[in-house]
Nanobody, 115 residues
Framework: QVQLVESGGGLVQPGGSLRLSCAASGIILRINAMGWYRQAPGKQRELVARMTSGGGTNYADSVKGRFTISRDNAKNTVALQMNSLKPEDTAVYYC?????????WGQGTQVTVSS
C-alpha cells in the first residue's frame, strides 16, 4: 500500500506564496508520475501540475508562470511552489501519485487566498 502525506496549505493574501509538499511511503513499485490536483467549491477536480519520472511537466493554463512543480525521486516527494496567488486559486489541493498502474490520492490540504 501507498500512503501520501501532504503539508503546506494555509491562508495567504493575494499575491502571496505557499509551498505544498507531498511524501509517498509504503510499498513503492514504480512512481510513474506525481502531481497536484485541486477542487474548488462547486467545481470539478482539475489538474494543477504534474511531473513524470522522466522530468516532463504539465501545468494548467491558469497557473503557468506562477506555479512550479518539483520532484525528489530518491525520496518519493513532490512539491508545488505557488507564487502570485489569486483568490481563484482557493481550493482543496490533492497530491496524486501514479504507482505502477494505480493512482493514489492524499487527503487534501486547504489553500485559501483572501484579504
Amino acid at each position: 500500500q501507498v500512503q501520501l502525506v501532504e503539508s503546506g496549505g494555509g491562508l495567504v493574501q493575494p499575491g502571496g506564496s505557499l509551498r505544498l509538499s507531498c511524501a509517498a511511503s509504503g510499498i513503492i513499485l514504480r512512481i510513474n508520475a506525481m502531481g497536484w490536483y485541486r477542487q474548488a467549491p462547486g467545481k470539478q477536480r482539475e489538474l494543477v501540475a504534474r511531473m513524470t519520472s522522466g522530468g516532463g511537466t504539465n501545468y494548467a493554463d491558469s497557473v503557468k508562470g506562477r506555479f512550479t512543480i518539483s520532484r525528489d525521486n530518491a525520496k518519493n516527494t513532490v512539491a508545488l511552489q505557488m507564487n502570485s496567488l489569486k483568490p481563484e486559486d482557493t481550493a482543496v489541493y490533492y497530491c496524486n501519485v501514479l504507482n505502477g498502474l494505480i493512482n493514489y490520492w492524499g487527503q487534501g490540504t486547504q489553500v485559501t487566498v483572501s484579504s
